[in-house]
């Protein structure tokens, strides 16, 4: 009678495969960038993504094991784009950083700009907006509460555009849904953190 298969000499012992990543997913093993080449592959990344990476995002797609010296090389950028007079400059929001156009230049790419102006925060979305943002997690009877008039449909419309999510529910009776803002939010309005939000009137100034 044959040997079951794991009892068997010839037997191929499993090849180890890279180590998995607290998820459980495997990471492919990449080539580190080289030190000279670091600076023009964080700026490639940046232009092509169009969106906020984290440094920890730029660590790994660079097959670095640090985020020291991911950390060096965007203070560099940084700095060399100023001294050059760049039209765009680096900026830190959301827990990362993206490239932006420096203020002076905005009044020219909002011409290249096809949303319509109906994509534009009303004053009411605003304040809606804003009492979400400043009392979160807040139940929508609140925010109807202060503002004085219901805001069902208000608070569906910052749900679509991604400005708010749910976050859990109340221990109210009848449990109603928690309101607070996304990272989507902390981006269209440039803050790395929600600390980072200006006095309640410049905000609603905005």
Sequence with gaps: MPKPPEDR???????????????????????????????????????????VLTVERLRD??????????????????????????????QEVAGGVRVTTRPEYAEYVRRLS??????????????????VAYRQPVPRIEVERIRGVQCGEGLRNLLERRLIKVVGRSDQPGRPLLYGTTRRFLEVFGLQSLEDLPQKGDLQRL
């Design 9 to 51: 000499e010839d037997a191929v012992e499993p090849a180890e495969g890279p180590a998995e990543t607290p998820r459980g997913r495997r990471r492919r093993e990449l080539t580190p960038v080289p030190p000279d080449r670091l600076a023009g592959a964080i700026e490639a990344l940046l232009l092509a993504s169009g969106d």
């Design 61 to 90: 797609l660079l097959g670095l094991t640090s985020v020291i010296h991911v950390r060096e090389a965007l203070n560099g950028i940084a700095r060399r784009w100023a001294e050059a007079g760049m039209a765009v400059e680096l």
């Design 114 to 131: 096809r949303r319509p102006e109906v994509d534009k925060l009303s004053p009411s979305l605003m304040e809606a907006l804003s009492i």
